[in-house]
């Protein structure tokens, strides 16, 4: 196992975990693998029908959830054993941040889960919500390089092109979520512009925070 950093001197709104709940993620690395693996498995379950649904060429675009945990395993793996890759800690940043969150706001929104009390709704926000959280935990180890914040944005603006705006390969290939989001090709409905309105801006938000924690920590070495 290696050292876990010292946390950073950062504002609440770039670390809002407190630094007890970051270090103790970092000892439990391991456990945190294998709890994303599981979700990443019960995510491509999920999404078994609509990646049937889908040609081949744009089946990385379409599972969302699962493909993001994955990359939070790839990300705690690389740190663990030693072999950082700053693309991949991108990657599980603002992937989590943006597809954990994302999900909170549909259930909250569109599923509307305080009123219908459905169970499968509430666990899907509570996991989510996890997974929105664990991306605060990344920034104690990943260099945020500027390269590397690209290479997720452009992944992310990329997804939210082909799901809500200019269907590539087919129909558009959002998440079949919810009895207002199921027709992946009714854009009409309300539910459309709320969900692809919080997927933009947690890809911007998301962006933004990484380049604002290198910032922080630039200053902090002048």
Known sequence: MRPIPSADDLPAYLAPLPDRVETTALRLAWVLVAVNLLGTLFGFWYYRFQLANSRLVIWPAVP?????????????VSWTVGRDRDWIHALAFVGNLKYGFWVVVVQLAINDVLATGDPYH?????????????????????????????????????????????????????????????????????????????????????????????????????
């Open 122 to 222: 509430w666990f899907l926000l509570v996991s989510h919500l996890g997974m929105g959280l664990q991306a605060f935990v990344v920034y104690r180890y990943a260099d945020f390089t500027v390269p590397a914040v690209a290479v997720a944005a452009g992944w992310f603006t990329f997804n939210d092109v082909v799901d809500y705006f200019v269907p590539l390969v087919g129909d558009y290939h959002h998440t079949y979520f919810g009895p207002r989001l199921v027709n992946a090709g009714d854009h009409d409905v309300l539910a459309h512009d709320i969900a692809a309105a919080a997927a933009v801006g947690l890809t911007l938000l998301g962006t933004f925070l990484a380049l604002a924690i290198r910032v922080r920590r630039l200053e902090h070495e002048t």
């Open 64 to 76: 969302d959830s699962p493909l993001v945990t994955l990359f939070m395993v790839a990300s705690l």
